[in-house]
């Protein structure tokens, strides 16, 4: 404590002018995000090398799912990687020190380092050998755990300090993940850090974009999916506005549902043994449906990118896949959670978005044949995803970002997410009255 009472901080000093913790953020912004950055692009080519390794071949726009991969091979590398992945996590989480969540170790709570970074690449490898489960937590994950070293290493002894550093330098991982600085800044400040001011705001956007930049540079460039679908249009039409508010009231309740289930799967995870034959069983499951559906393999991708391509003119062939697709892929993601495997829901929730606008959207398109559903299905996936989230800015941004859409569909995407932010948080409200009615009084 200083003369007056207040916290010791790095640099708060104002006979230091202000340069010494100007120094910092620029050590922030620069520095630890290109280190972020060049982790998670390094995570991004561990992806595609798993992906060839275990199933001879690598997910991209134009072929996001194993469609001409054997059978046989899909259920062998994701029972395969399952079995692997099951027993070092068992050994993870019964023998060492457990790794927190990227909140937890934000609020202060130590990431070790080789436990973190098992842990890491574990999440990428289930994910490239087929799981049904998102690997945006894995950047996340080592991210923070370098921002705390970065903390460490420049003396950070401000607890709101060494909280803004982990938090940026966690979205910076998923920011440099997918190529998303947007997205990877309101992460951050929605979800981690619920505060916004210049400085958190400068530091957020700054490294999120520097980690984006690196890791494009190791990764490539592109857009993560294609909307060949979308036509020539670049103005979304009225209708299409229209559209977002009634996709935005039922992509709030299914959100909100989507949240539900992935928190108590998350909450019931095996303790111990239970992981070595569940999360293989999980796995068996998500294999035998890839027989038909292979689509429901990986981190969702596929299933979002086939909504995204879908037609009104093929509406009669792709409605009841599209319908399997949604059921299959909220089931095995939920189960393979359940299991005990470890992963993020970002992409599992845009899948599932995406195949719910593009359901409503070929009904839509009678009614409107001047929109796509390929645009409804990325307001649902926005939607969605933001009523998942609970983060509607980093969802709007993340999958306009992916996308690479058109500026001008900022409008319908913002309308759908604002009415299901809007209504997830009025249905949850709702649904924890009826918790608390139901557990009754308090003795």
Known sequence: MDCHGKPETLVRDKNDSGWKRWGVIAAVIFLLGGVVGVSSGLLGLMLSGVE????????????????KVAAWRR???????????????????????????????????????WQTTVHV?????????????????????????????FSQLFRLNDEKDRRTVVAVAAAAGLAGVYNAPLAGTFFALEILLADISMETVTMALGTSAVSAYIASMIRGRGTFYGMAAMGNSAIPTLSLT???ILAGIICGVSGALFRKGSQWAEGNKPKGAGILWMMPLAALATGVVAIWLPQVMGNGRSVAQYAFSSTAREAHALVPVLLALLVAKVVLTLGTIRSGASGGVLQPGISIGATVGALLGFAWVIVSPGDTVTACAL?????LLAASQQAPLMAMCLVMELTGAPMAFFVPVGVGVAVSALVSRGFNVLVSRSERKSAGPVV
């Open 52 to 67: 060839r390794l275990m199933l001879g071949y690598v997910e991209n726009p134009q072929d996001p799912s194993p469609y």
């Open 75 to 113: 259920i062998a590398s994701i029972v395969g990687g399952s079995v692997f992945a099951a027993v070092v996590w068992w050994l993870l989480r019964t023998k060492t020190t457990k790794v927190p969540s990227v909140k937890i170790a934000v609020a202060g709570e130590r990431m070790p380092v």
């Open 121 to 149: 690449l574990l999440q990428i490898f289930i994910v490239g050998s087929g799981s049904s489960i998102g690997r945006e937590v894995a950047p996340r994950e080592f991210g923070a755990m370098l921002g705390q070293r």
């Open 242 to 244: 229209l559209f977002a």
């Open 379 to 383: 307001v649902g996936a926005s939607a």
